[in-house]
């Protein structure tokens, strides 16, 4: 599991995908869950 630590708190973070990145903020802020995410399609 990736996870950038800062002295402040850790983010965990998932890579999918290949070309430019892109930074998605999550819905609840740093509370969030990747259940409160609505599924994608297909």
């Known amino acids: 599991m990736p996870v ?3 002295p402040d ?3 965990y973070y ?3 995908g290949e ?3 892109v930074l998605l903020f999550a ?3 740093l509370r ?3 259940e409160m995410w609505p599924p ?3």
């Open 14 to 16: 998932e890579t999918f």
């Open 4 to 6: 950038l630590t800062r």
């Open 40 to 42: 994608g399609p297909g």
């Open 27 to 29: 819905p609840g802020g």
């Open 9 to 11: 708190g850790e983010i």
């Open 19 to 21: 070309g430019f990145p």
């Open 32 to 34: 969030s869950r990747m």
